[in-house]
Each structure stands twice: as structure tokens, then as C-alpha cells.
């Protein structure tokens, strides 16, 4: 089992940048696959983006590619999301995901057995 925290979020004008961290308890963070997701007030959660185990493969919601960027750190136990060039539209709730599980795509939030509280971000225009 894994425990997740994100961290990181807050309120930024449109155009600026944040580094969200999602912090994972146990010692074996690398066996799991890692996800960004978030959810704006009355909309569905979303896939944002999400790393592979070793860090060496990542994928991106086409809303966001080119702006934000995945990592991690399995080290750290840790896991970040590189938001630059934030717009209104990203504003929501984001959080990480952990899965043990080997699928072929990453991308539904189903997919994944463990989730952080999430952490706000709200971008003003």
C-alpha cells in the first residue's frame, strides 16, 4: 500500500508557472505507476498527465502538453508537475495517483487504486 500528499498549489496570474509535489509513504514507490489528474467545480476528473516506474516514459492531456511537464524522483519518493504557462482553464483540484497494476494506457483515472487529497491551484486571468 501507498500513501499520497500533494503539495504545492495556490494562486498564480495567468501566464505564471507552479511545481506541484505529490509525496509517496512506503519503499517501494517505484513499483508504481504515477498520475496527474485534476477536477474543475462541477466537471469530471480529468487525466492531466502520467510517468512511468522508472521516469523513462511519460504521457499528456493534449490541453496540457508543452506546458506542463511530469517527473519524478523515485529517491525521493516523490513525484512533481512542472506547470508553466498557466491559463484560467487550468484551474481545479489536482491530484496524484499511484497504481501497482500493468495496463497498456494510463490515462483513466479507474485505473488507479491509490489518490492524494489533492491540492488547489487557481490561475487568474
Known amino acids: 500500500q501507498v500513501q499520497l500528499g500533494e503539495s504545492g498549489g495556490g494562486l498564480v496570474q495567468a501566464g505564471g508557472s507552479l511545481r506541484l509535489s505529490c509525496a509517496a509513504s512506503g519503499r517501494t514507490f517505484s513499483s508504481y505507476a504515477m498520475g496527474w489528474f485534476r477536477q474543475a467545480p462541477g466537471k469530471e476528473r480529468e487525466f492531466v498527465a502520467t510517468?512511468?516506474?522508472?521516469?523513462?516514459?511519460?504521457s499528456y492531456a493534449g490541453s496540457v502538453k508543452g506546458r506542463f511537464t511530469i517527473s519524478r524522483d523515485n529517491a525521493k519518493n516523490t513525484m512533481y508537475l512542472q506547470m508553466n504557462s498557466l491559463k484560467p482553464e487550468d484551474t481545479a483540484v489536482y491530484y496524484c495517483?499511484?497504481?501497482?497494476?500493468?495496463?497498456?494506457?494510463?490515462?483513466?483515472?479507474?485505473?488507479?487504486?491509490?489518490w492524494g487529497q489533492g491540492t488547489q491551484v487557481t490561475v487568474s486571468s
Open positions: 495517483a499511484a497504481t501497482a497494476n500493468y495496463y497498456s494506457n494510463y490515462e483513466r483515472a479507474h485505473l488507479y487504486d491509490y
Open positions: 510517468v512511468s516506474r522508472s521516469g523513462g516514459y511519460t
